[in-house]
């Protein structure tokens, strides 16, 4: 099993930033891909970005490129974790925001969900 711990979320005026962190623990070993994918109310759960771990290859929805950011977070020595930078954040950026990971077989697992509010 695999978990994810999130971290990061909260409220910010538009314009503003906020930096999403997501750690996987357990049987990690098998680790495709890891990202961030969000809801909004009465809306589909969508693909925000993803990272490739096996070569840094990064998809993003066109929404966000150009403002947000996925990386490897170095400061997690030896740990499968990224970190979503979310630069000039919108009121249509306002979500739950999940982080995902896809290990090969594909197995999906996904952690419990961060709220981000942006406020005009």
């Known amino acids: 099993q695999v978990q994810l711990v999130e971290s990061g979320g909260g409220s910010v005026q538009a314009g503003g930033s906020l930096r999403l962190s997501c750690v996987a623990s357990?049987?990690?070993?098998?680790?495709?891909?890891m990202g961030w994918f969000r809801q909004a109310p009465g809306q589909e759960r969508e693909l925000v970005a993803r990272?490739?771990?096996?070569?840094?290859?990064?998809?993003?929805?066109d929404s966000v490129v150009g403002r947000f950011t996925i990386s490897r977070d170095n400061t997690k020595t030896g740990m499968y974790a990224v970190v979503l930078e979310m630069n000039s954040l919108k009121p249509d950026d306002t979500a739950v925001y999940y982080c995902n990971t896809v290990h090969y077989g594909p197995v999906n697992y996904w952690g419990q969900g961060t709220l981000v509010t942006v406020s005009s």
């Open positions: 357990g049987r990690t070993f098998d680790t495709y891909t």
């Open positions: 990272l490739t771990f096996s070569s840094d290859q990064t998809v993003y929805a």
